[in-house]
Structure formats: structure tokens, C-alpha cells
């Protein structure tokens, strides 16, 4: 049993909530203590928004492969484990190759990760091959490799597709919505997050309906979630053939959980939005400098929705509103290089006058 006072008790999300994850009770435990993310009170959102309200992050970066994608993928794993699947396999931007070849390694399944010709991110590439997983690059986006692998799974009862099209990936990835309110003491008034495939915006509210069902939660929050403007099918409502942002992890132009999605906006009576891609570096920017947060730029997406909510008057002043971080910055460093390859860098000889010199001239930031 998880004691909140010994963060040491914590044996996983599947220990955590078995109760109300499906699966059986003699699951092999493939755990790699995933879950249990802090949810971190932001320090400048409130007062740039001038609506005195409080603003946390629910930082997923600090899962065992550095994104969300741990919680669902436990839980799919294991599945696969019950179901005695020889071989797992996944379309990816990135992070799900990431955390499926980490959870195959675990659980001594052969791995492979589908991934869209040169559109992935170094650090999550190199996270797959780490784990031994098999890369096969497809020449196409993503709509074009889950296709892919939607068909090669159903010609193939060994194998289990671990996308999010899976249902026990929305099980896992729900336990967030738990530990929110575990930590809150009840559901926050908003909730903010990125969409990409959009499983995340669906987990996150089967699992706050679950809690408020069981009278766990007094409440249910909005649920608002943003696209990038490139890659927006959900809001532009049709389907995007080529979908383009700086943001890899959403760059998806036909989302599996595209329903759940709406059906999550409409039923907490909240929206999906988008934002541009300078929006979400500013985002981006603002999180390391201002929070000391980094994070990948698809989780910057929170703030920019944030920040466009709020322009819009769309969250009332003295609530409570948690962003979700989906993913660590390390995930993509070469877009860190890019973002500040102008950087000013100052070049000394081992001087303590011009040290000093440098300190004094740069004492505020700017």
C-alpha cells in the first residue's frame, strides 16, 4: 500500500490502482515505478494571467523513459504478457518506441517500432535502439506508418499493437487523473494538455469520471486540449495528409482517439484549440526560463494553451487549472540547439577581473 508519506512505499501505477485496471491479479510485474509524478505549483502563470489562480504542472518528463507514455505502456505490456504475445509492435513519433522497447526489454518481448522516415526525434530514436528494440523506417508520416501496423497486427495473433488504439494504454495513462486528485484532494477546475494521437485528452477523463463516479472527487474539470495549428485535423475538422509543426510528438494529421477527444471537450464542457508554432516556442522558452521546467516542445503546448485560455477569458479567475508536461526536454536537445544557437556565450581567459566584470554587467535577467 502506497503511504504518501514515504515516497519509498511506491511500487508502480499497476500497485497503485490495481483495483481499477484490468487486469489479473497474478500479473507478472514489469514495473519500472512508473507514475507517481510531481505536480508542481507554477510560480509566474497566475500572475501573467491576471486571474489569481492556481496553476500546476503535472510534469510526466519524470517517468522511467521520460514521458507519459510509461503508464499506458505498463499496463499494454502486461496485457500482452496475460495474453502470451510473442512479439509487441507500435507506429511512433518517438516516445512510445521509446517506452514500448524499454517495457519489451523488461517483460523479454521482441520489440519492434515503426517509425516515419527521418521525422523522429535523436533522443527518442536512440532510446528505442538502447532496448534493443527493432527500427523499420517507413517511407511516409505517421497516419501512414499506424496504418501500417493496424494491419500487420491483425494478420498476426502473436503479436500486440501497443499504440494507444489499445485500450489498456487509455487504462494506464488514466492513473494521472488519479494521482491529480489523490494530491489535490479533488479534481481541478480546468485541465490543460497537448493532443496529439489524442489518447492522452481521453485517458485523462475516463480516469477523472472514474474518481467522481466512486465519489473519490467532488467535481469534474474542463478538459481543454491543443493542437498545433499545422497539424490540427480535430479542430480544422478533416483529416491533415501532411501535417507540420516543430512540435514531433503531436505531428499527427488522423488521431486514433479522435472521438474520445470530442467526446471529452463536449462532456466537461471544454474545448479543443490550436496554437502556432511560435506560440509553443515561447512556451517552451518561458518553462526553462521562467520555471525552471524542460520539457520537449509538444508539452510546451499546455502553456501556450494556457496563455491563449485566458486571452480568451475561457477560465474563470480563483480556479485551479493543472497543464500536463508530457515529455522531458532531453527528448529532443537538437531543437534546444536550434532554439538557442544565437545564445550569448561569454569567452574569458581565467581573468577575475573580467569575471567580475561580466557578473556586474548581467546581475538582472532580462
Known amino acids: 500500500m502506497f503511504n504518501e508519506n514515504n515516497p519509498r512505499s511506491w511500487l508502480g501505477i499497476i500497485n497503485r490502482y490495481r483495483d481499477r485496471l484490468p487486469l489479473c491479479g497474478n500479473s507478472i510485474n514489469i514495473t519500472l515505478l512508473e507514475g507517481n509524478t510531481p505536480l508542481i505549483p507554477s510560480l509566474k502563470l497566475s500572475r501573467i494571467s491576471g486571474k489569481d489562480l492556481n496553476v500546476y504542472f503535472k510534469y510526466e518528463g519524470l517517468n522511467p523513459t521520460a514521458s507519459f507514455k510509461d503508464r499506458g505502456m505498463v499496463v499494454a505490456m502486461t496485457k500482452a504478457l496475460e495474453q502470451k504475445k510473442q512479439i509487441v509492435i507500435c507506429a511512433s ?9 524499454a517495457y519489451a526489454a523488461r517483460a523479454d518481448l521482441k520489440c519492434f517500432v515503426f517509425l516515419p522516415q527521418g521525422k523522429i526525434a535523436l533522443g527518442k530514436l536512440s532510446q528505442a535502439m538502447i532496448h534493443g528494440a527493432e527500427i523499420v523506417e517507413v517511407e511516409g508520416n505517421f497516419d501512414d506508418t499506424m496504418r501500417l501496423v493496424i494491419k500487420l497486427a491483425s494478420l498476426k495473433p502473436e503479436i500486440e499493437l501497443v499504440n494507444s488504439v489499445n485500450p489498456s494504454r487509455i487504462e494506464g495513462q488514466k492513473t494521472a487523473a488519479f494521482e491529480i486528485c489523490d494530491t489535490l484532494g479533488d479534481a481541478p477546475d480546468y485541465h490543460i494538455l497537448p493532443v496529439g494521437n489524442a489518447g492522452n485528452i481521453t485517458a485523462y477523463w475516463k480516469g477523472y469520471k472514474e474518481y467522481y463516479e466512486s465519489k473519490l472527487s467532488k467535481k469534474l474539470p474542463q478538459m481543454l486540449g491543443f493542437q498545433a495549428e499545422g497539424a490540427a485535423p480535430i479542430v480544422q475538422g478533416r483529416i491533415i495528409e501532411n501535417p507540420t509543426t516543430i512540435a514531433s510528438a503531436i505531428r499527427i494529421g488522423n488521431p486514433a482517439s479522435w472521438k474520445g477527444a470530442l467526446e471529452a471537450a463536449r462532456e466537461s464542457a471544454g474545448c479543443i484549440g490550436a496554437v502556432s508554432d511560435s506560440e509553443i516556442i515561447e512556451a517552451y522558452r518561458f518553462l526553462a526560463y521562467q520555471e525552471g521546467i524542460f520539457v520537449e516542445p509538444a508539452s510546451a503546448v499546455s502553456v501556450a494553451g494556457f496563455l491563449k485560455a485566458c486571452k480568451q477569458d475561457l477560465i474563470r479567475p480563483h480556479s485551479t487549472v493543472v ?40 546581475k538582472q535577467k532580462s
Open 93 to 101: 513519433t518517438g516516445n512510445t518506441a521509446a517506452s514500448a522497447a
Open 323 to 362: 497543464l500536463t508536461l508530457t515529455g522531458h526536454g532531453l527528448k529532443d536537445p537538437s531543437f534546444t540547439e536550434s532554439c538557442f544557437s544565437s545564445f550569448p556565450r561569454h569567452q574569458i581567459l581565467p581573468s577575475i577581473e573580467k569575471a567580475l566584470k561580466i557578473v556586474e554587467g548581467t
